[in-house]
């Protein structure tokens, strides 16, 4: 499936990063926001795409080590580590340093951007977001073919 920025206007990224060969990509989703989390993951599986989700930065850390999740989709303010502290120490795990990672947040200003570009996020994403606009971008960083 090919990025198309027409159908995804609320959603950007920066980076050539890209994982191959992966037939059903793994994606967890991180909102400290149950019903938020639990509706992507809903969403998400109805496209062919495994979830897991987490409530809080560090059940992330930890979902990411156990899990080792193709796309991270993660919320940027979150009450125990914000998700651009998740994102860095995500980088900074050999096992995990090439997960996309893609800021998804209601605070979508310039400078909230550019923070998550600065952590190391691949792409962001302005909520509220729909399966239009989010599986598209998974499948953009995530696809089958070599």
């Known amino acids: ?80 580590i914000s998700g651009l502290d998740v994102s860095q120490q995500i980088r900074k795990s050999a096992h995990l340093a090439d997960t996309i990672l893609i800021a998804h947040s209601a605070a979508a200003e310039s400078a909230d951007r550019e923070r998550a570009k600065s952590a190391a996020f691949d792409a962001f994403c302005a909520k509220p977001t729909d399966a239009e606009r989010l599986v598209p971008l998974v499948r953009y960083f995530v696809r089958e073919s070599t």
């Open 1 to 80: 499936m090919k990025w198309d920025a027409e159908l995804s206007p609320r959603c950007e990224f920066w980076t050539m990063r890209k994982r191959r060969g992966v037939a059903m990509p793994r994606v967890l989703v991180v909102d400290d926001f149950r019903d938020t989390a639990d509706a992507i993951c809903c969403v998400l599986s109805l496209f062919d795409i495994d979830t897991t989700v987490a409530y809080g930065g560090e059940s992330a850390l930890r979902k990411a080590r156990d899990w080792q999740p193709d796309v991270a989709l993660l919320d940027i303010w979150m009450p125990d």
